[in-house]
């Protein structure tokens, strides 16, 4: 059986009536100080609705009907609140951490993985426990509107000590970042306080902490202050009144505890109970539901069953191609057509003779030689990598310079560099020890600069790589340095259709001065990724980092640029419908939608179709299938089994009509224990409501969800950093990468990303 963290809410009524009265930010405040013991209320467009749990009739406004399903926003705040109230009644001394989404703490001692490990006089008020998410939500399941229950399980830290009692441990609160915990106005006893990160404590004077925040020094009671929970200020903590064996101990258990509680079979199970203490009024009676119910007469129940589901439609492995005529071609895997074919862009490729510069460290010169040997020319007894980087991809040679450097740092390596003369290699290949890549990555990205400021893509192989090669890593880095050529090694075979269409990944990264709650965002970077239906990289560009305030206009005329430049490549003529789907990963509001909208408009000679695609991983949704997973392995001689409880890759189930989750990594894909949870891809199509700046581009909306989720599945198979399909589709992972090492490279002194934006934007130098 295939089903979520989705449990039915069910209600057995198709109306109810709600009082109502004109909205005023200052009636709001006042009915919530005057009576938030015994009713809700909430803000709906113009009006305050009325929702009355236990108390008397205020007699305000008027009552309106609704339909529970054409108004499901207002349907949903009044479950939110009965819900919420009713909690309240039940669990007198619990105070839920947040009301949307509704998140609690477990009281139980079990549920705290330190709690044995943490001093007597410590306990419950520091430790890593149990927190249950639950979520009130309207969905389209099964093409059938569905009010429904999301509920989910994670751990987190609990610190609640506050600054002043730090005296007590002999602990110095100061050059810490803290967060003000302040109590809502009203919801004392009710919720958790509010916490904000504002700063670093600089001083204390007397009873008040001065804090170093976004906007100058400020100056609050150390009883409202209280240490982020970051592991530097637990384990800081901890260390003073525990020890640092103690410590080490602590958070060994919490890395074990962690890897088993990510399992799908784990959290179903605990899911499981924890659904069954909010549909039953006790374990033991099964059979007496929980009534939510308020004054008014509106009242449902929980159903204790998860809905299950077959898929809401079939998604198909693609067909990978190796020539332009789409005769060569291999449905089941990119590596076995590779081999046989040899890669799509072979006739055309203008590096048949590369000439390649590698550099290792002088005491590791043998091995390093051998495992180039090795990855040039193949593994003669292997199965996948026979041919070598030569032969499989159909290159005349390998021109090939070793260069040896007597220490791993950055000098070594320019010097390197500078003494091959003026045949400036077509790429690099540097070997680094493991411990100064993960010790010391800016050194990394300080030798990755010097080439990329050359133009010259870079390959790191770690150390541990080249005493430990095998068939299958030789057979990834061949894939790598291929594609960082500028080679296509296969595409995918695309459906065909009268439309022209591009697939476009947008990223950004904010840069800020700091994390601290009120921090400006300082400036943005945007980068853009330009893909063909068939998945064929086009080009990828870097806007300008600019001010916030600028990056609306830079995001638009980096995509006109873009979009002129394969006009012309493209032959497009006037008239053309033209399809752009978008994917985006975090989109900044709807200052994206703004730009697509604007660039729409700026080429209206074309009949332009647009998609503007959100793929996420962040969301509160989990699938389960008992039939899944489930695999043997051996790690350190200890059987495991893997992925059980783990659906297929492809399992898909449709939220609403614009909105689908996809399992990417299916039970098969998982290889270990140590992979963790496996959750699926929200793929939603956002559309613009409400808004009058929208209604000329609204009959331009491509809403075939089925098409774009089939598209993102397929665009998983195209990363190029192996043969395995991807959890994103390359237009995201793409752009994450660059966003991700452009981030790294900034840190770099005399760095300037603008040289991507020339010889390097359509190669895959990120990889």
């Not at 539901?289 to 809905?307: A, E, M, R």
């Not at 995509?559 to 900044?588: C, M, V, Y």
């Not at 699926?680 to 089925?706: A, H, M, N, T, W």
Request: aromatic residues 12%.
């Amino acid at each position: 059986m295939v089903f979520g963290n989705i449990y039915p809410v069910e209600l057995d009524f198709e109306e109810f009536t709600i009082d109502r009265v004109d909205y005023s930010d200052e009636l709001l405040k006042e009915l919530r100080h005057k009576h938030n013991a015994t009713h809700s209320f909430f803000r709906n467009g113009n009006y305050i609705y009325i929702s009355n749990k236990s108390g008397e009739e205020l007699n305000i406004g008027s009552a309106h009907k609704f339909s529970l399903y054409e108004s499901p926003e207002i349907t949903l705040s009044i479950m939110r609140h009965i819900f919420f109230k009713s909690f309240l009644e039940r669990f007198q001394d619990r105070i839920p951490v947040s009301f949307l989404p509704f998140r609690i703490l477990s009281t139980r001692d079990v549920d705290d993985w330190v709690f044995d490990m943490i001093p007597a006089n410590l306990q419950n008020r520091i430790g890593y426990k149990k927190q249950i998410e639950l979520q009130l939500k309207f969905l389209e399941l099964n093409n059938k509107p569905q009010f429904a229950i999301v509920v989910n399980v994670e751990r987190r830290w609990i610190f609640q000590i506050n600054c002043k009692e730090f005296a007590d441990f002999n602990f110095n609160p100061v050059g810490y970042d803290v967060v003000h915990a302040e109590v809502i106005t009203g919801l004392q006893n009710v919720l958790a306080p509010n916490e904000e990160f504002i700063g670093r404590l600089t001083e204390i004077k007397g009873d008040i902490g001065v804090v170093a925040a976004a906007g100058g020094d400020i100056e609050i009671k150390l009883t409202e202050l209280f240490l982020k929970k970051s592991t530097h200020n637990i384990k800081s903590f901890l260390i003073s009144v525990c020890g640092e064996q103690q410590v080490d101990k602590i958070f060994k258990k919490i890395r074990s505890s962690q890897k088993e509680s990510l399992r799908h079979r784990k959290q179903s199970d605990e899911i499981k109970k924890i659904v069954d203490n909010f549909c039953f009024t006790s374990p033991k009676l099964a059979d007496e539901k929980i009534n939510y119910l308020n004054k008014d007469g509106f009242t449902f129940i929980i159903s204790n069953i998860p809905f299950s589901f077959s898929n809401s439609f079939t998604l198909r492995n693609p067909t990978f191609v190796y020539d332009k005529s789409a005769v060569k071609i291999n449905d089941i895997s990119a590596d076995t057509g590779l081999s046989k074919f040899g890669p799509y862009d072979s006739n055309v490729f203008h590096a048949k003779s590369p000439n390649i510069l590698a550099i290792c460290h002088k005491n590791n010169r043998g091995r390093f030689t051998n495992f180039l040997q090795n990855l040039f020319d193949g593994v003669t007894d292997s199965r996948y990598f026979t041919k070598g980087l030569k032969g499989k991809f159909e290159l005349h040679a390998v021109q090939s310079q070793v260069m040896d450097v007597s220490s791993y740092a950055v000098e070594e390596y320019t010097k390197a560099l500078a003494a091959v003369g003026s045949q400036k290699p077509d790429l690099v290949i540097v070997e680094i020890d493991d411990m100064i890549k993960f010790n010391d990555p800016l050194l990394y990205y300080k030798i990755k600069a010097i080439m990329l400021t050359r133009e010259i893509p870079m390959q790191v192989v770690l150390k541990s790589r080249i005493d430990g090669f095998n068939e299958f890593i030789l057979n990834s880095i061949a894939l790598q340095l291929y594609a960082k050529l500028g080679g296509v090694p296969w595409v995918l075979k695309s459906s065909m259709s009268v439309d022209r269409e591009i697939v476009i990944g947008i990223g950004h990264s904010i840069l800020r001065k700091n994390s601290y709650a009120g921090a400006e965002q300082d400036r943005v970077v945007g980068i853009t990724t330009f893909f063909s239906s068939d998945g064929q990289y086009l080009l990828s560009n870097k806007a300008k980092d600019v001010p916030y305030e600028n990056y609306f206009q830079e995001l638009l005329m980096n995509l006109k640029e873009s979009f002129q430049a394969l006009e012309l490549a493209n032959n497009w003529k006037e008239g053309d419908t033209i399809r752009l789907i978008f994917h985006i990963f975090k989109p900044i509001k709807n200052l994206e939608f703004d730009v697509v909208a604007a660039l729409v408009k700026e080429f209206a000679k074309f009949k332009i179709q647009f998609a503007f695609v959100t793929v996420s991983k962040v969301h509160p949704y989990i699938l389960f299938d008992t039939q899944g997973g489930g695999k043997r392995t051996f790690r350190n001689g200890i059987e495991h089994i893997v992925g059980e409880y783990v659906p297929a890759r492809g399992t898909n189930l449709l939220l609403n009509r614009y909105s689908c989750l996809v399992q990417m990594l299916g039970g098969k894909e998982v290889k270990s224990e140590m992979h963790g949870s496996s959750n699926p891809l929200l793929v939603q199509i956002r559309i613009p409501s409400g808004d009058e700046q929208y209604k000329d581009i609204e009959p331009l909306l491509f809403l075939d969800l089925q098409y774009v989720v089939q598209q993102i599945y397929s665009f998983t198979h195209l990363s190029w950093r192996n043969y395995l399909p991807s959890e994103h589709p390359a237009t995201m992972l793409y752009s994450e990468l660059i966003a991700r090492q452009l981030g790294r490279l900034r840190k770099v002194e005399g760095w300037s990303p603008d040289i991507l934006n020339f010889s390097l934007k359509a190669k895959k130098w990120f990889l």
